[in-house]
């Protein structure tokens, strides 16, 4: 079992960055593959940003692209999201998820409950 527990939503202004943290918890979180998801109100979730357990390979979903970058430290048990030049369109709530495999679909073992984005224009 793994635990996820995200942070470091908020309000912020369009053009603006947060940097998403999720700290995992329980089973050898550096043996994971871990995902980025968002979810807008009325909307499915959508495919962020996912990275190999070591950090060699990521991937993003066409709205991250050069904008977004994800990274983790296993030192810490923790993946981060950077969000730069925020538009009011990423406001949703963005979740992280653990599996052993590297997915960009929803197909993952594990999610956190999730961190609240809203971007003002």
């Known amino acids: 079992q793994v635990q996820l527990v995200e942070s470091g939503g908020g309000l912020v202004q369009a053009g603006g960055s947060l940097r998403l943290s999720c700290v995992a918890s329980g089973r050898a979180f550096s043996s994971y593959s871990m995902g980025w998801f968002r979810q807008a109100p009325g909307k499915e979730r959508e495919f962020v940003a996912a990275i190999s357990w070591s950090g060699g390979s990521t991937y993003y979903g066409d709205s991250a692209k050069g904008r977004f970058t994800i990274s983790r430290d296993n030192a810490k048990n923790t993946v981060y999201l950077q969000m730069n030049s925020l538009k009011p369109e990423d406001t949703a709530a963005y979740y992280c998820?653990?599996?052993?495999?590297?997915?960009?679909?929803?197909?993952?073992?594990?999610w956190g409950q999730g961190t609240q984005v809203i971007v003002s224009s």
């Open positions: 998820a653990a599996d052993n495999r590297i997915l960009t679909s929803k197909e993952y073992a594990y």
